[in-house]
């Protein structure tokens, strides 16, 4: 597959030019506790066998693009596992409007 | 620095606890619970199993056979965690691990992915250009080194087993083990004697 394929996900962007030129970030901050909450509940739920990791990259991956690269890196976990969570009739949407 | 949580995504967060919690599915405590065990990772782990492999010739073959059964036994917690690779540096290949399509990292051995292995720019160009992402952390590798660059998945982590530096023969896997980063370990770096 190319980069100029139409049906190039957003979320493959291995090798693609749009960050040629960026340098990496040497960020090295531990996630902040919004982080490593969402991060907690993503192990629970998994280990109850409500999610799998692939599930929670499907969520993240519909993710629309402008929204995609706007949030944050647990922003779009947590966007994932609340949809899921709906999805599979676990929740309704009205417990998260 | 990665910027904060928007409000919305803040209420949403409470809301969805409030909603497992209603479920009974997830608590509080459980939250706090599961952070304090993956608080307690740490890249330590991963330098403990390095400086063994190189420092004893059976756990060196338990590790290339077998990594999740050498990380267990240099006490990383294993359990639902996914297959281990171990990706062995020569001088003539080196090994550079990354996630393209997200994040998956051996987190087991090294704890919470750095913020940088998460962004767009290591994702995107560590499998284009990686000797000039290497450049970027010091780390200049000799033209005739074949740079190997590995994706990870979610259902198969990867560790880099780096070569032992010269200058550290007779040292013991404690002293050994303090010169081998994370960074060494994910393959941005080499571990150096000062």
């Known amino acids: 597959m190319t980069e100029e394929s139409p049906n190039r996900a957003l979320h493959d962007i291995g090798g693609i030019a749009r960050f040629r030129c960026t340098p990496v970030e040497h960020d090295e901050a531990p996630p902040d506790a919004f982080g490593k909450k969402v991060d907690a509940i993503r192990q629970i739920l998994a280990q109850k066998k409500m999610m799998t990791v692939d599930e929670l990259r499907r969520g993240i991956e519909s993710i629309p693009e402008d929204e995609y690269f706007a949030l944050g890196y647990y922003e779009r976990w947590l966007r994932s596992i609340a949809a899921l969570m709906v999805e599979k009739g676990v929740i309704r949407q009205e417990d998260l409007a | ?194």
Request: proline residues 7%; glycine residues 6%.
């Open chain 2, 1 to 194: 620095m990665a910027a904060p949580p928007s409000g919305a995504s803040l209420a949403l967060l409470e809301k969805l606890v409030a909603a497992l919690n209603a479920k009974g599915l997830v608590s509080e405590t459980e939250i706090a619970e599961r952070q304090a065990i993956t608080d307690r990772a740490s890249p330590e782990i991963g330098a403990r199993m390095v400086a063994r492999a190189w420092t004893d010739p059976e756990y060196y073959a338990l590790l290339m056979r077998d990594g999740k059964a050498a990380a267990e036994a240099a006490g990383a917690s294993m359990a639902g965690a996914p297959e281990l690779g171990v990706l062995e540096n020569t001088p003539k290949q080196h090994h550079l691990v990354v996630c393209t399509l997200c994040s998956c990292y051996p987190r087991a051995l090294l704890g919470y992915p750095p913020g940088w292995y998460k962004s767009f720019a290591y994702r995107s160009r560590a499998v284009r250009e990686p000797r000039a992402v290497l450049a970027e952390w010091g780390t200049q590798l000799a033209d005739d080194v074949e740079i190997r660059v590995v994706d990870s998945t979610a259902d198969y982590r990867w560790m880099v087993l780096p070569m032992r530096p010269k200058g550290t023969e007779g040292w013991s896997a404690e002293k050994l083990a303090a010169i081998v980063t994370r960074d060494a370990l994910v393959g941005v770096a080499v571990p150096r004697v000062e």
